[in-house]
């Protein structure tokens, strides 16, 4: 009886500590707290889990305590939504009066090869030209590959400078009338955008990469202190550096006075500050029509959601698709839209 008394209390301990934390995590989601709490965002999903466990648990015991992590559960969900969304919809991106756009970091086109496949570069190439998007944003890309993408007669890249950086460009099938580039300082990554003339009206792209992690997704990180420990700070000092991007990109996005689109890799997942401040009252193609989980990367064998598609209230998202082909360390996502002004 004792035993058993002691496991309860350890339980009823354990489940009020989660509970804490995902409070803790849902303030971080509006406020920028110590990083180590972010970072902790991260494996949100894992957190939710083990709180519907709890509530399966507890209901079989007939405890309240069910209603702690009921409470929990209900409010994470009106803050984050659902990482999971259902959607019977047949979204095959096909209809020809719209627009669309796609967004794929090609891990610079596998030239490091560090996928130990062959010609990984050329079948990207073969899965953008049977796709065939309206726009297309790449991140780290090879400067190049555009000799084999001439169904695009209009892009824009990251301008060329004394300093090493990643590569985003923007290909686009309607003309581009204006470029440029938000200078992110500290970092190899960039924001570029194009303005673009679609048929009589012109649209703002924005092609995000944010702060990369620097870090090998591998679940052998996380089972060693000292790496451990190293890693937490290394991805806590990541999100400090985004939280400044996303700032700076939300406070450029509002100076423009176009439709505007934002697509490509945040580094981050939904359940963070970063991609609240970056979407801000935009709306997100997965949310609308996707389905799943919307798997765009793996990060300690955790599948995650951190490359996204965003579009302002002036485009009605039609279609949404995640793709599952393993060309890079990122999985590729195409979105269709409208633009009302068609209408």
Known sequence: MKIHKIGHGLLVGFNIFLTIVLLLLLMSYYFELFNYIAVLSLFTPILVGLHFGFVLYWLAKRKRMALLSITALIISYLVFGSFYRFNSQNNDLKNEDELKVLTFNVWGFNKNEWIKKPGIGDKIIEFIRDEDPDILCLQEHSRIRHRQLRQYPFRTETPITGRPRATQVIFSKFPIVGNGSLELPNTVNN??????????????????????????????????????????????????????????????????????????????TQFSNVYRTIRANMKDSFLKQGKGIGRTYELFDLPMRIDYIFADDNFKITGHKNYDVEYSDHYPIMASLRLEAYK
């Open 191 to 268: 924001i570029i955008f194009a303005d673009i003339l679609v048929q009589k009206d012109t649209i703002r792209v924005y092609n995000v990469h944010l702060q990369s992690y620097k870090i090998v997704p591998n679940s052998n990180i996380i089972t060693q202190e000292k790496q451990t420990k190293e890693t937490f700070k290394r991805i806590a000092e990541t999100f400090d550096m985004q939280y400044d991007q996303a700032v700076k990109l939300d406070q450029h996005r509002k100076k423009c006075k176009y439709p505007t689109l934002i697509m490509g890799d945040f580094n981050n």
